[in-house]
DNA sequence: CGCTTTTGACCAGCGC
DNA sequence: GCGCTGGTCAAAAGCG
């Protein structure tokens, strides 16, 4: 987003003229003097000094909204900094990922040796995790990038395999957050365009709802996992869990919507909404996708702010103390 | 008939 | 070694 243009809009969308034309001293309607006058003037001239305060009163609410914006912009602009320093970092990072392909791969920190488990899996940069569009959902997407783990080479030996595999895992690990329906108990709402097979649900220790496993079934190769468990605290909450990249395009609207359960319309609705992973990853993409991209991750922060309770509640006592109840 | 979902069993890692 | 836990397998059932 341009801060420029947000500074530029703030007269446009704060600039509220209650009063309105006829309260300008000095201004009153013609034909209503003529036919009016002596009768009204006493009214006039009161209404004439509480449209006058009233002007006074909404300027200097507009004067504070201006620096509100002003200091919320200042702050955005800070934060879209340090965005740009952790993309450079990452994308530094990950040529040295790239580099260090050929060896042996993070799909050896898998438990058991399986027949599909062979190390097909590639470092392609991940396809968009995406924030599914089905009605009134709102999706907010966490991504652990290879940027944020500090030993990420499965090359390096690496004496607690523990840690190592925990930090292996970590970088190719992102959530989803998505508001569903309470009263739908399926878990399969979390769509984002691929295509999935569940192979498993286990209750936890931690969350008396059950966590259902998925497989990405688009491409037997993909070793990409999805884990979906409502939130514990929020059961409105689905939160989706992904692990590892897909080494495939998302699959076309039409193949998604063969699906039988993964056949929803608005499933593959998806905005092809990037995460920081994915753009840290894409530094070559074209300019026009780049303007996409911040379009869509503003979209992803207006979302999360107006999820948050305490923003909402902050932004509701500030504009009810300015505002006359009439 | 082929694919997906369900669900109990199994396995490996970890803490005690 | 034992129990707990998370993750996965695989047979059976369901569905279009």
Same mark, same amino acid.
């Given at each position: ?15 509220? *003229? ?26 006039? *001239? ?41 993309? #450079? ?9 790239? =580099? ?79 508001? %569903? ?22 209750? =936890?220790?931690?969350?008396?709802? &059950? ?37 495939? %395009? ?23 909404? &990037?995460?920081? #992973? ?8 074209? =300019? ?39």
């Amino acid at each position: 987003m341009d801060e420029q243009w947000m500074i530029g809009q703030t007269s446009l969308s704060l600039s509220l *003229n209650v009063g309105g034309p006829t309260a300008r001293r000095g201004a009153p309607p013609v034909s209503k003097v003529l036919v009016e006058e002596d009768f009204m003037s006493s009214r006039k *001239n009161h209404e004439v000094e509480a449209l006058e305060a009233e002007l006074r009163r909404v300027g200097e609410e507009n004067r504070r909204l201006s620096d509100m914006l002003r200091a919320l912009v200042a702050k955005y602009a800070d934060l879209q900094g340090k965005v740009s320093g952790m993309m #450079a970092a990452a994308n530094n990072h990950h040529q040295s990922w790239t =580099t260090s392909e050929g060896g042996s791969s993070a799909s050896a920190i898998r438990k058991r040796p399986r027949s599909d488990s062979l190390d097909t899996a590639s470092r392609n940069p991940s396809p968009p995790l995406t924030a599914a569009g089905s009605s009134g959902r709102l999706a907010v997407s966490v991504t652990v990038g290879p940027d944020q783990a500090e030993c990420t080479s499965v090359q390096e030996p690496c004496n607690s395999k523990r840690v190592h595999a925990d930090e292996v895992k970590a970088s190719r690990v992102s959530k989803l957050y998505v508001h %569903a329906d309470p009263s739908d108990l399926s878990l399969q709402v979390v769509k984002d365009g691929y295509q999935w097979r569940k192979y498993g649900q286990k209750v =936890t220790k931690d969350n008396p709802c &059950p966590r259902a496993y998925f497989r990405c079934s688009f491409a037997p190769s993909c070793q990409v996992k999805k884990k979906v468990q409502r939130s514990a605290e929020d059961k409105t909450v689905l939160v989706a869990t992904y692990d590892g990249d897909h080494n495939h %395009a998302p699959p076309p609207k039409q193949q998604s919507s063969s699906s039988r359960k993964s056949g929803d319309a608005a499933a593959v609705r998806v905005s092809a909404a &990037p995460v920081l #992973a994915q753009q840290q990853r894409k530094q070559e993409a074209s =300019t026009a996708e780049q303007v996409a991209d911040r379009k869509n991750l503003v979209e992803q922060m207006a979302a999360t702010l107006t999820r948050d309770p305490v923003f909402k509640a902050a932004l509701v006592s500030a504009l009810s103390g300015r505002i006359p109840v009439a």
